[in-house]
């Protein structure tokens, strides 16, 4: 497990990713069995592919070049990020707003929330009369579904300051700004990675929510046409690509916060 | 035992039935409920189904391929899906065979705005039209461009959600949209009444077929009468539709809560000019021709998301025909 016995900032980069590889052993494991699992079931139980494909076959479709794969993953990816950064942009702005102002905390937390308890899937196809349609509309609605967590993660981790430390620091006439740049941001840190885990894989469901109802290509355009011409090994692939694409955008959160906030990472495998 | 079978034979005696139990049976709609199923639901409440000894539930559909699907995994007996859908499924492995047609004409369409000012195919030429991907319109588009004489390039699809089809159009994102004729009610709804323009594809020079009822082979093994005593019943309720659309609707919107009426019967007329035909008043409500059906099976098989061709045979019967006429 790293962070437990490796504390110490001159560990190497190979021992740590040996630790990584021994940390995600496990897993990886489960994974890689799930597959065989599937794999076994689908040949033996000889269930028809257009009604559940096995792995294998789904994977081979990722060769098939009428699929476009790049085109359509790119066009997905770009939709993602951008719902991804733009929700880490509104989520950290509106909870320093929140924590701010008491008064402002009580106008729009409640708002928020309503917001949040709007079922997205049901709105998206409004945002396509409103927005029309293509990557834009569906960073928009990615954003809306991925924002919220980033909101109330960063908000808690703002307010979430030591009082002992807030008090000693105005007694020690610090400014507001001061406090918030030296005590409550880097503070607030380990619950803004929080956020963004939670971000990095809503913005992946928000994107392709987007895509199902209007869009010309993406992946999650694929899965629909999937569906109505049965071809169930390229909806899979196209699965695939989203839980590696999401999975990826996670691990790079995580790496982030290894560099930026190594405390808060270590205290994870305490919790 | 004795006493017990005894009763239930006097019981059918009494109510002029087959002594042994109705059959259960689903039917597994095409889609959400349209005025294009007001005929089962006549048939229903005139007791044309419990006539044949069929205990008959209607599910709701979502779309030709899942009613395929559910068809084929045997959790439901009956579906209605397009032909296309039911032979590319059929080409890809499933146990499914078409026995009746819905309508004797599809219903593919376009539907634009009036103000629009498409009056012919070749109108569409340079405009944008929404479109479910790869709805049937689409595996049909390229034959209908070829026949109108548009060059497919110059007409651009947008991708939408099935449900986005009117207000994507009312919101002039895209020029038009394809969807079936049946749908005409919903979409004066949303654009507005004597706003709905549209075009027929099959009075442009398309003749395919469109929607169908169809069965798990296993079925046709096991229980081929049961297709017929099905297709006998609810094509007296398509024949008693026609008569009177009107206590169709009626027997539809008491069963199924949550249907606007007006709208719905609005369309009846142009539902019976698809259903009721010269062909259907010769051979019988929702026969098939061979010659209409090759053709879609060729047409399917050029849009490329067949496994392999469907021979005739393997795609459709008439065996289980009903031969119930139109009374007009």
């Given at each position: 497990?790293?962070?437990?016995?490796?504390?110490?900032?001159?560990?190497?980069?190979?021992?740590?990713?040996?630790?990584?590889?021994?940390?995600?052993?496990?897993?990886?494991?489960?994974?890689?069995?799930?597959?065989?699992?599937?794999?076994?079931?689908?040949?033996?139980?000889?269930?028809?592919?257009?009604?559940?494909?096995?792995?294998?076959?789904?994977?081979?479709?990722?060769?098939?070049a009428?699929?476009?794969?790049?085109?359509?993953?790119?066009?997905?990816?770009?939709?993602?990020?951008?719902?991804?950064?733009?929700?880490?942009?509104?989520?950290?702005?509106?909870?320093?707003?929140?924590?701010?102002?008491?008064?402002?905390?009580?106008?729009?937390?409640?708002?928020?929330?309503?917001?949040?308890?709007?079922?997205?899937?049901?709105?998206?196809?409004?945002?396509?009369?409103?927005?029309?349609?293509?990557?834009w509309?569906?960073?928009?609605?990615?954003?809306?579904?991925?924002?919220?967590?980033?909101?109330?993660?960063?908000?808690?981790?703002?307010?979430?300051?030591?009082?002992?430390?807030?008090?000693?620091?105005?007694?020690?006439?610090?400014?507001?700004?001061?406090?918030?740049?030296?005590?409550?941001?880097?503070?607030?840190?380990?619950?803004?990675?929080?956020?963004?885990?939670?971000?990095?894989?809503?913005?992946?469901?928000?994107?392709?929510?987007?895509?199902?109802?209007?869009?010309?290509?993406?992946?999650?355009?694929?899965?629909?046409?999937?569906?109505?011409?049965?071809?169930?090994?390229?909806?899979?692939?196209?699965?695939?690509?989203?839980?590696?694409?999401?999975?990826a955008?996670?691990?790079?959160?995580?790496?982030?916060?290894?560099?930026?906030?190594?405390?808060?990472?270590?205290?994870?495998?305490?919790? | 035992?004795?006493?017990?079978?005894?009763?239930?034979?006097?019981?059918?005696?009494?109510?002029?039935?087959?002594?042994?139990?109705?059959?259960?049976?689903?039917?597994?709609?095409?889609?959400?409920?349209?005025a294009?199923?007001?005929?089962?639901?006549?048939?229903?409440?005139?007791?044309?189904?419990?006539?044949?000894?069929?205990?008959l539930?209607?599910?709701?559909?979502?779309?030709?391929?899942?009613?395929?699907?559910?068809?084929?995994?045997?959790?439901?007996?009956?579906?209605?899906s397009?032909?296309?859908?039911?032979?590319?499924?059929?080409?890809?492995?499933?146990?499914?065979?078409?026995?009746?047609?819905?309508?004797?004409?599809?219903?593919?369409?376009?539907?634009?705005?009036?103000?629009?000012?498409?009056?012919?195919p070749?109108?569409?030429?340079?405009?944008k039209?929404?479109?479910?991907?790869?709805?049937?319109?689409?595996?049909?588009?390229?034959?209908?461009a070829?026949?109108?004489?548009?060059d497919?390039?110059?007409?651009?699809?947008?991708?939408?959600?099935?449900?986005?089809?009117?207000?994507i159009?009312?919101?002039?994102?895209?020029?038009?949209?394809?969807?079936?004729?049946?749908?005409?009610?919903?979409?004066?709804?949303?654009?507005?009444?004597?706003?709905?323009?549209?075009?027929?594809?099959?009075?442009?020079?398309?003749?395919?077929?469109?929607?169908?009822?169809?069965?798990?082979?296993?079925?046709?093994?096991?229980?081929?009468?049961?297709?017929?005593?099905?297709?006998?019943a609810?094509?007296?309720?398509?024949?008693?539709?026609?008569?009177?659309?009107?206590?169709?609707?009626?027997?539809?919107?008491?069963?199924?809560?949550?249907?606007?009426?007006?709208?719905?019967?609005?369309?009846?007329?142009?539902?019976?000019?698809?259903?009721?035909?010269?062909?259907?008043?010769?051979?019988?409500?929702?026969?098939?021709?061979?010659?209409?059906?090759?053709?879609?099976?060729?047409?399917?098989?050029?849009?490329?998301?067949?496994?392999?061709?469907?021979?005739?045979?393997?795609?459709?019967?008439?065996?289980?025909?009903?031969?119930?006429?139109?009374?007009?």
């Amino acid at each position: 497990m790293p962070g437990q016995e490796n504390r110490s900032p001159e560990t190497s980069l190979g021992a740590r990713l040996a630790a990584a590889a021994g940390y995600y052993l496990p897993s990886a494991l489960v994974i890689l069995s799930m597959f065989l699992l599937w794999q076994l079931a689908v040949e033996l139980l000889h269930v028809k592919e257009y009604i559940l494909p096995s792995p294998l076959a789904a994977f081979k479709t990722l060769g098939k070049a009428n699929y476009q794969w790049s085109v359509n993953f790119l066009t997905t990816l770009y939709a993602v990020l951008g719902a991804f950064v733009l929700s880490a942009i509104l989520g950290v702005a509106l909870a320093i707003i929140i924590v701010w102002n008491d008064m402002l905390m009580r106008t729009i937390m409640p708002i928020l929330v309503l917001f949040n308890t709007l079922p997205k899937v049901a709105l998206a196809p409004l945002f396509v009369i409103w927005l029309g349609y293509g990557v834009w509309p569906n960073i928009v609605i990615g954003t809306t579904i991925a924002f919220f967590p980033m909101v109330v993660n960063t908000a808690v981790g703002l307010a979430a300051a030591e009082p002992e430390m807030l008090e000693l620091v105005r007694a020690l006439q610090a400014s507001r700004w001061q406090i918030f740049v030296k005590i409550r941001f880097p503070n607030a840190l380990p619950y803004i990675f929080t956020g963004l885990k939670l971000n990095a894989t809503m913005s992946v469901i928000g994107a392709i929510v987007g895509e199902f109802v209007a869009s010309e290509r993406g992946l999650g355009s694929l899965i629909i046409t999937g569906g109505v011409t049965m071809e169930t090994p390229m909806i899979f692939a196209s699965l695939m690509l989203i839980s590696a694409l999401g999975l990826a955008l996670y691990g790079v959160v995580v790496a982030v916060e290894q560099l930026v906030a190594p405390w808060a990472f270590r205290e994870e495998p305490n919790k | 035992m004795r006493i017990k079978s005894f009763l239930l034979g006097l019981a059918g005696l009494a109510f002029a039935f087959p002594a042994a139990a109705a059959d259960k049976a689903t039917l597994q709609l095409n889609w959400f409920h349209l005025a294009d199923h007001a005929p089962i639901y006549v048939a229903l409440k005139k007791g044309y189904y419990a006539e044949e000894g069929i205990d008959l539930t209607v599910v709701r559909g979502a779309g030709s391929a899942d009613s395929a699907k559910k068809v084929d995994l045997g959790q439901a007996e009956f579906g209605i899906s397009d032909a296309p859908t039911v032979v590319t499924a059929i080409s890809k492995g499933a146990n499914l065979k078409m026995v009746a047609v819905v309508f004797d004409k599809a219903g593919n369409n376009v539907f634009f705005k009036k103000s629009a000012n498409i009056r012919e195919p070749k109108d569409l030429i340079g405009k944008k039209i929404a479109v479910p991907p790869a709805d049937s319109h689409r595996v049909l588009w390229p034959a209908f461009a070829s026949v109108n004489k548009i060059d497919e390039s110059k007409v651009t699809m947008v991708n939408v959600k099935p449900e986005g089809k009117q207000a994507i159009v009312a919101a002039n994102e895209v020029d038009a949209s394809f969807d079936l004729y049946t749908s005409y009610a919903i979409w004066e709804k949303v654009l507005g009444r004597g706003q709905v323009g549209n075009l027929l594809w099959a009075d442009y020079g398309l003749p395919i077929y469109g929607h169908t009822y169809f069965v798990n082979t296993d079925l046709i093994a096991k229980n081929p009468k049961l297709i017929e005593r099905f297709l006998r019943a609810t094509h007296k309720g398509w024949r008693d539709a026609h008569a009177d659309p009107a206590a169709a609707m009626d027997a539809m919107t008491a069963a199924v809560p949550g249907l606007d009426r007006e709208a719905l019967l609005a369309t009846m007329p142009q539902i019976m000019d698809l259903c009721i035909t010269e062909r259907s008043k010769k051979n019988g409500i929702g026969w098939i021709e061979p010659e209409i059906m090759q053709k879609t099976i060729d047409i399917t098989y050029a849009g490329g998301k067949m496994d392999r061709v469907v021979k005739l045979d393997e795609a459709f019967s008439n065996a289980y025909s009903s031969r119930i006429k139109p009374v007009r």
